[in-house]
């Protein structure tokens, strides 16, 4: 269901309730497929201590991404011109995030020439005329707190009925999105039609669930 924001995860003796702003759902088994904050922020009071801590332990960095056709951020000679092309301050102790322009028509077929970017954290406004759209993105950090609590996110996914997946239980690429999804997805039995052998099992719950349906 679409644009249906979850406003609250209640856990109950028969398994979980969904609230959104039109109704009050019963399921099993939930997957939230959001970023940590997010979940943590729908389980609210439900949360677990273990949720609490591991699901908390993953910070988000805000990024803004600009579509643009402005070819000053580009190298200057179009010889340099990549895919990614990264553009740091000639000031040394620059603290700014990491500057990052894609050119899309190196990603993608465009059937047109002129240079189509989307630039992360641009450390100059595209030119007023070139702007086409501006976009804010959460990325998550992996710092040390956060890949220890990863480790321990087995602990916790499937536990009371609520799975959780996303790119942030990896790399933060859409693979690790991917990957995490299998991994729920297979302990509750789905498989996809292209997988040629399951993603490993890890978590008690996962093989609970698993025993119950061999049964
Ligand atoms: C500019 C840019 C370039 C990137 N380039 C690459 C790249 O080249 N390669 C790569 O692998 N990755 C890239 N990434 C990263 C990749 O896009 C993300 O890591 C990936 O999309 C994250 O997927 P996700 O499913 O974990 O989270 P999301 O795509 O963020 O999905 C989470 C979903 O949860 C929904 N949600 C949140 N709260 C609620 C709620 N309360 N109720 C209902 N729904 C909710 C959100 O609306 C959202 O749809 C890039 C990211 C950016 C911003």
Not at 147 to 171: D, F, H, K, M
């Amino acid at each position: 269901r679409l644009a249906t924001p979850v406003r609250q995860l209640r856990r109950t003796a028969a398994g979980v309730q969904l609230h959104t702003d039109m109704a009050v759902e019963h399921y099993d088994q939930v997957i939230l497929a959001c970023h940590s904050d997010q979940a943590l922020a729908i389980l609210g009071a439900s949360a677990s201590a273990a949720e609490r801590r591991l699901l908390g332990a993953i910070r988000y960095a805000a990024n803004r991404a600009v579509l643009h056709t402005d070819e000053a951020l580009l190298p200057r000679s179009p010889a340099l011109w990549s895919a990614w092309n990264y553009l740091a301050s000639s000031q040394e102790l620059d603290q700014r995030p990491v500057s990052v322009s894609y050119l899309i028509n190196r990603l993608q077929p465009l059937p047109f020439k002129t240079p189509l970017l989307v630039s992360l954290n641009p450390q100059r406004v595209p030119r007023g005329e070139r702007m086409i759209a501006e976009f804010d993105y959460e990325h998550p950090i992996f710092d040390a707190a956060a890949i220890a609590a990863q480790r321990e996110l087995p602990t916790i996914s499937g536990s009371s009925g609520v799975w959780y997946c996303g790119a942030w239980n990896g790399y933060g690429f859409h693979e690790d999105g991917l990957k995490s999804a299998l991994q729920v997805a297979n302990a509750l039995g789905c498989h996809a039609p292209w997988q040629g052998r399951d993603a490993p099992v890890t978590t008690a719950a996962a093989l609970g669930r698993l025993t119950e349906l061999a049964a």
